[in-house]
């Protein structure tokens, strides 16, 4: 990804006008233009399948969403940067008992993740957060949240850049406060820096890996679906990693 599609913020200043933190964001927001279509998935489907008020605009308090009265008591699993929602969609309809929240910035990936799920006829288990992750945290209770996904994520590739991934401490500090005690965290990436960056800052955040030897970092989970940014890492030439962490 190019610097011209980084988002920062302003440094010296502490808040927005809303109350919200100054924090520098980095990634795509917008790609190619939204068929009409997608803009009507968006602009009708979007609002229901939120997990909650998780904008500073929304909720300048930061109260807690009610995850119990959201999702009738069923566990809740995180997908964070869900891309288009292959993955997402596939473990909704895998596990129909246990409520999904779905995490991505990207609003064209967010809309073909709406239009996946509109030609199911919906999935009643699935809520979607179509913004930063840390905003999400914010609102998320302690404890809340029993697995969490990170698949393939944006790997940021140059060393000045490594900052910018998610498997740093301010990340996995408060993705470690919202999970369960005992709760599983899966990491998916293709490259072998991003999987050294993860072995390092994962366990520092308080999580122990499950893997006993590099092996099995090489086998998927017996429910993975792969991606469309698998298939292409395969095809060139690249290998998936899948690490699986437990919150201690």
Known sequence: MSDDQTHDSDANKTAHASGAPWR????????????QAQKVYLEEDLPRLAPGPVSWEENPER???????????KPVWLEVGFGAGEHLIHMAQSYPDVAIIGCEPYVNGVASCLGHMRRLGGLDNVAIHAGDAR????????????????NYPDPWPKARHHRRRFVT?????PLYRVLET?????????????????????????FE??????????????????????KKAIREGRTPHYMTFRKR
């Open 24 to 35: 520098n964001f980095y990634g795509r927001i917008h790609g190619k233009t939204l068929n």
């Open 63 to 73: 109260v807690k969403l009610d995850l119990v009265e959201r999702f009738g008591g």
């Open 135 to 150: 905003d999400l945290f914010d609102v998320l209770p302690d404890e809340s949240i029993e697995k969490a996904f990170l």
């Open 169 to 173: 401490q301010e990340h996995l500090a």
């Open 182 to 206: 005992g709760a599983e965290f899966r990491v998916a990436t293709d490259i072998p820096d991003y999987v050294r960056q993860t072995m390092e800052e994962v366990p520092r955040a308080g």
């Open 209 to 230: 890996w499950l893997g006993e030897s590099a092996e099995d970092w090489r086998k998927p989970w017996s429910d993975w679906f792969s991606t469309r940014y698998e």
